[in-house]
């Protein structure tokens, strides 16, 4: 499961982030498009379901027909991408709803064994509506830890050998609404999840479905490639405090690393271990006591 993220970049940052070479060995840079309407992309360390984040798409599905099928999507030689802001959580575009509102956050995440056969997924994926969504890591609750004994926070983050790969790049499948009062257009997107990987499986059983390389965001987002969706162990982590568990702390510190510490006794908690210690220890002196005067008992028999 995903259900928190960091995304810090600016916009031309992130563009730079997902260049790429072309056959003719160019790099090639993505174009920012804003998101319809007053719908904006805000930088944060703590990201959560409903906001609008930077996802990358092929310019393909920005022409005239937002509902081009996937063979008119491959019969298009030419390849460009587009960064655009999208709401994190799918709104199908059969929603009758008169806002998004109705929808909830039932679909921030859809399970790749489900995303073929749920409508909601497998429409558009059927379309080729596919993307790629752009964060600097996600956060995940550990249930127990073993030193806390609590549930513990950790960010996880990209382990390519790239440099300029700072970002993790998520297989996810978008989505566009058209509200019936002829509103602006919403775009959302939903994070694809996988089994967590035999590494990962002590800190949750699933995760996001990663894309390692420039590579496999082309064959996801251009040839639909489902083997790519699969669990991988090519990431980092580190525990961070409790301040991400509150969405309204948006600053660094909700990712910076800290010392797992066993929580201190409180002052009543002692008192109660060492009364109990003296109570383990007279009861042990007692035992003694007894079992020298039997001995001394029998002596004298």
């Known amino acids: 499961m995903c259900g928190r993220f960091a995304c810090t970049l600016a916009p031309e940052e992130i563009c730079k982030s997902c260049s790429r070479k072309t056959k003719s060995n160019k790099s090639q840079e993505p174009t920012w498009r804003d998101a319809p309407g007053s719908n904006k992309y805000y930088s944060s360390y703590n990201i959560a379901p409903g906001s609008f984040t930077p996802v990358l798409v092929s310019e393909k599905h920005f022409s005239e027909d937002l509902e081009k099928t996937e063979e008119s999507v ?5 390849v460009n991408y587009v960064v655009q802001p999208m709401r994190w959580g799918l709104v199908p575009f059969w929603h009758k709803g008169e806002s998004i509102k109705s929808v909830g956050y039932n679909m ?3 399970r790749s064994d489900t995303m073929e056969s749920k409508n909601a997924f497998s429409v558009p994926l059927k379309k080729g509506k596919r993307c790629v969504v752009l964060l600097n890591g996600y956060y995940e609750w550990q249930e127990k830890n073993d030193v806390t004994g609590k549930k513990q926070p950790f960010f996880i983050t990209n382990k390519s050998s790239e440099e300029k790969q700072s970002l993790l790049t998520v297989a996810g499948i978008f989505d566009t609404w058209k509200p019936k009062d002829g509103e602006d257009l919403v775009n959302s997107y939903t994070i694809i ?40 162990n090519e990431v980092n982590y580190h525990p961070v405090s409790s301040a991400v568990n509150t969405v309204s702390n948006k600053g660094e510190d909700c990712a910076k690393e800290v010392e797992l510490k066993k929580p201190e006794e409180s002052a009543s908690s002692k008192f109660m271990s060492n009364w109990l210690k003296r109570k383990s220890n007279d009861k042990e002196i007692k035992e003694e006591v007894k079992e020298k005067i039997k001995k001394e008992e029998i002596k004298q028999e």
């Open 74 to 78: 491959k019969d298009d030689k030419k």
């Open 108 to 110: 921030i995440n859809c």
């Open 193 to 232: 999840t996988v089994d967590a990987h035999e590494d990962l499986k002590w800190l949750h059983n699933r995760m996001p479905a990663i894309l390692k390389n420039d590579k496999e965001v082309y064959d996801w987002l251009e040839n639909g490639e489902l083997s790519l969706i699969r669990p991988i």
